[in-house]
């Protein structure tokens, strides 16, 4: 972390502000590439809804990963962005057919999660080649939203209709060759990680024509110094394990797929804002600062904890305080915070902020979205501009203006 860049980030660019230091991206990829190493075949996508900005996106795609996106919006900015589309996977969940047709004219891969929807696909598109994503009725991740793999979650095909989609593939309604799952995010424990490998290891007997495993992301990285996150290379080992017992039964080695999203940016963003006031009462010091859940939401939506410093004065002793924001409603960043000591005025980093947080901005209090900037070669870019006031009404449709 760099004070001095950052302070001149905000200097430069005003706050609220989100910035990337690039430099990370390359240094979370060369971890993931470590941990890999001894599977022959592997591919990692990057899941565009962690980090969306058209310059990360070209960024990484000139790193050489695919793409893992969820509407056929990403889908299309992908494209726009030069990923090959046989890179590109659209795990779509509940849509209408009428983006599956869309993505499947564009030529990308397609990922169907539901018996219903591979019905429709089955019918449109007779024994085209479709991934599946399947239900391990696992309950993993860092909080019950972003938990998505337990027999509960809308997401997956349950055990109950794997027999159905097989019989599908056997009758050449489809060919099925990729399986895919994804257990949630911010996953610790190797073993719910073990358990989703190994159930749909056991599923991919069941398919004649597999040739890839997609295994999603949910890699958990430390938020603060001495934070628990994903053994690597213990879950490396699970999977390595896995493909080779799948050889040695099938005579085939299976094509593995990551989709990591926050793994790869989250520590890349510093999202920096300016203390507005700091205001006590008879049991808190709070710091009210120059932005709120509509910039940031992942404190408030998932009680996600990130590192506060303040730039300003990073080294002065500490005090406890509550960091909030200004929404009409309770957007607390931080209670009870150890922070070095605050003033009017001053920057606070919210660190670990490159994942799910302009993406989840909105103009809430109509309030306007912020700039993004990223660091490049040591060089500060803009990569967004910030909201003005008119963007506001952009798209908006005055009936009364006479």
């Known amino acids: 972390m760099n004070i001095e860049k950052l302070k001149k980030a905000s200097e430069n660019f005003g706050t609220p502000l989100y910035v990337y230091d690039l430099s990370v991206i390359d240094r979370q990829l060369k971890k993931l590439k470590e941990a890999f190493k001894k599977l022959n075949n592997y591919q990692i996508h990057f899941a565009a809804k962690a980090l969306s900005n058209i310059s990360i996106l070209k960024y990484i795609n000139n790193l050489g990963l695919g793409l893992d996106a969820v509407s056929i919006e990403e889908v299309r900015t992908g494209i726009k962005c030069g990923y090959d589309v046989k890179k590109i ?21 397609i990922n169907l999660d539901s018996l219903e929807s591979i019905i429709d696909f089955s019918k449109a598109y007779p024994n085209q080649t479709v991934s599946v994503r399947i239900n391990p009725g696992v309950k ?3 909080n019950e939203n972003i938990s998505v793999g337990h027999i509960d979650s809308k997401f997956g095909i349950t055990e109950e209709s794997i027999d159905k989609i097989v019989k599908m593939d056997e009758e050449k309604k489809i060919k099925v060759t990729t399986l895919h799952i994804h257990t949630g995010s911010d996953v610790i424990e190797n073993n719910h990680f073990e358990l989703g490998i190994k159930k749909i290891f056991l599923i991919a007997h069941k398919f004649k024509n597999i040739e890839t495993i997609d295994l999603g992301g ?13 053994d690597l290379n213990k879950y490396a080992e699970v999977i390595n394990e896995e493909v080779k017992k799948f050889k040695l039964a099938k005579g085939k080695e299976l094509k593995i797929i990551f ?4 793994f790869l940016v989250s520590d890349s963003g510093y999202f920096i804002t300016k203390v507005n006031y700091v205001k006590k009462s008879s049991k808190n010091t709070f710091v009210q600062i120059n932005s709120g859940f509509n910039h940031f939401v992942r404190p408030t939506l998932y009680k996600s904890y990130h590192e506060i410093v303040n730039l300003s004065n990073p080294k002065d002793k500490k005090f406890d305080y509550s960091v909030v924001g200004y929404i009409c409603e309770k957007d607390t960043f931080a209670e009870n915070r150890e922070i070095s000591k605050v003033s009017q005025g001053d920057l606070l980093c919210f660190k670990n902020s490159g994942a799910y947080g302009f993406t989840m901005t909105s103009n809430y209090n109509s309030r306007l979205k912020p700039t993004e900037v990223c660091i490049y070669k040591d060089e ?4 967004r501009e910030g909201e003005k006031f008119d963007d506001l009404f952009r798209g908006q449709i005055d009936i009364f203006n006479d």
């Open 89 to 109: 996977l659209f795990t779509p969940n509940g849509v209408n057919f009428s983006e599956i047709e869309e993505a499947m004219a564009l030529g990308v891969k």
């Open 140 to 142: 993993a991740g860092g």
């Open 218 to 230: 949910g890699i958990k990285i430390p938020y603060f110094f001495g934070d628990t996150e994903t």
């Open 259 to 262: 989709e990591p999203g926050k």
């Open 380 to 383: 500060i870019k803009k990569i």
